[in-house]
């Protein structure tokens, strides 16, 4: 399913993030709607198989065990210890499966952010990415499990009535630090996705958040009440909001770590107007909406107005040549 040639789109900074993101989703909805139920289907299928992999044969191989519990016993499975090497590559075949999902979705909405046609097949074309993707995410994903692991056993070894209040202030100090880790090298996954190597994309995005960690902040705090909004439509607002999230991470890739943006046509927001300009390789004109000075340097005399043509003298109507008459 191809995209008609994608018409003007605002390119905004900040906040503005969210309708540059809309404007770009509106332009073809089909695309992202089918897409991402296909992607939907396809992952529901392979994790049920995946599952069922893990499930069936411990049920078949596992045996029962008595277990003492309050002075009683009673019956309880035992898991051959085979089956824990088999869960862990299972585990990871889970992993890559939504790595290569995520791969596909943002190399769309890269194609959206440089206003280029986007396809339904794109969301399963990221198997190039997939590794890289994943090993981006390694290091995030292994720290949060050295922060909640230890948390859970911990708290598995207090009853629901005993579990202290530090515990749980704990689990909140977690999931902010985790969410701000994830927050950091949110533009680097659209940079991975673009060919960036991990370890560059790791630089550029925890510097470009720095530069943008406000509007980032505000930006994730509305899209939060924007999902929340969305049980009320039964899930199907997120069928908008997560491409529309995907769209966003390619921006702030685009204004905070330079992701390069193909030359187009846009509307561009200067000093609250609107103008035409022509997109450029970062570092040129016009600059990232993001800079603080948009007019300075050199290219500024390019926005002055035209100097104006030069008058010309009045003809002498008696020097005027005669009908038919040609000049000498």
Same mark, same amino acid.
């Given at each position: 399913?191809?995209?008609?040639?994608p018409?003007?789109v605002?390119?905004?900074?900040?906040t503005?993030w969210?309708?540059?993101?809309?404007?770009?989703?509106r332009q073809n909805?089909?695309?992202?709607v089918?897409?991402l139920i296909?992607?939907?289907?396809?992952?529901?299928i392979?994790t049920i198989?995946m599952?069922?992999a893990?499930?069936v044969?411990m049920g078949?191989f596992?045996?029962?065990s008595h277990?003492?519990?309050?002075?009683?016993?009673?019956?309880t499975?035992?898991?051959?210890?085979?089956?824990y090497p088999?869960m862990l590559?299972?585990?990871?075949?889970?992993?890559?499966?939504q790595?290569f999902?995520?791969?596909g979705i943002?190399?769309?909405?890269?194609s959206?952010?440089?206003?280029e046609p986007?396809?339904?097949e794109?969301? /399963?074309? =990221?198997?190039?990415k997939?590794v890289?993707?994943?090993?981006?995410h390694?290091? %995030?994903?292994? *720290?949060? @499990?050295?922060?909640?692991?230890?948390?859970?056993?911990?708290?598995?070894a207090h009853?629901?009535?005993?579990v202290?209040?530090?515990?749980?202030i704990?689990?909140g100090v977690?999931g902010?630090?985790?969410a701000?880790?994830?927050g950091?090298l949110l533009?680097g996954?659209?940079?991975?996705?673009?060919?960036?190597p991990?370890?560059?994309?790791?630089?550029?995005? /925890?510097? =470009?958040?720095?530069?943008?960690v406000?509007?980032?902040t505000?930006?994730?705090i %509305?899209?939060? *009440?924007? @999902?929340?909004?969305a049980i009320?439509?039964?899930?199907?607002?997120w069928?908008?909001?997560?491409?529309?999230w995907?769209?966003?991470i390619?921006?702030?890739?685009?204004d905070a770590?330079d992701l390069?943006?193909?030359?187009d046509?846009?509307?561009t927001?200067?000093?609250g107007q609107?103008s035409l300009?022509q997109e450029?390789?970062p570092g040129?004109?016009?600059?990232a909406p993001?800079?603080s000075?948009?007019l300075?340097g050199?290219?500024a005399?390019?926005k002055?107005?035209?100097?104006?043509?030069?008058?010309?003298?009045p003809?002498d109507p008696?020097?005027?040549p005669?009908?038919?008459?040609?000049?000498?």
């Amino acid at each position: 399913m191809n995209m008609t040639t994608p018409a003007p789109v605002p390119r905004l900074h900040g906040t503005g993030w969210i309708t540059e993101s809309w404007l770009l989703f509106r332009q073809n909805p089909a695309a992202w709607v089918l897409a991402l139920i296909a992607v939907f289907m396809v992952m529901m299928i392979v994790t049920i198989i995946m599952e069922l992999a893990i499930f069936v044969p411990m049920g078949v191989f596992s045996a029962f065990s008595h277990a003492t519990s309050g002075g009683g016993t009673f019956p309880t499975l035992k898991t051959p210890f085979w089956m824990y090497p088999v869960m862990l590559i299972i585990g990871i075949g889970e992993t890559f499966l939504q790595m290569f999902f995520y791969a596909g979705i943002l190399k769309m909405a890269n194609s959206a952010m440089r206003r280029e046609p986007i396809r339904i097949e794109d969301a /399963f074309s =990221g198997w190039a990415k997939t590794v890289p993707l994943f090993l981006y995410h390694l290091p %995030i994903s292994l *720290v949060s @499990y050295a922060i909640i692991l230890p948390m859970s056993f911990m708290s598995s070894a207090h009853s629901s009535s005993s579990v202290p209040w530090g515990l749980f202030i704990g689990y909140g100090v977690a999931g902010i630090v985790i969410a701000l880790l994830y927050g950091f090298l949110l533009p680097g996954m659209a940079l991975v996705v673009d060919g960036v190597p991990v370890l560059q994309a790791y630089g550029r995005s /925890f510097r =470009g958040v720095l530069k943008e960690v406000w509007p980032l902040t505000l930006v994730a705090i %509305i899209m939060t *009440v924007f @999902y929340v909004l969305a049980i009320l439509t039964c899930g199907l607002g997120w069928l908008v909001l997560w491409p529309m999230w995907a769209i966003i991470i390619s921006l702030l890739a685009r204004d905070a770590c330079d992701l390069p943006a193909a030359p187009d046509q846009s509307y561009t927001l200067y000093g609250g107007q609107w103008s035409l300009t022509q997109e450029a390789a970062p570092g040129v004109w016009p600059p990232a909406p993001s800079a603080s000075t948009p007019l300075a340097g050199p290219a500024a005399a390019s926005k002055e107005p035209p100097a104006p043509l030069p008058e010309l003298e009045p003809i002498d109507p008696a020097e005027r040549p005669a009908d038919g008459q040609s000049q000498g």
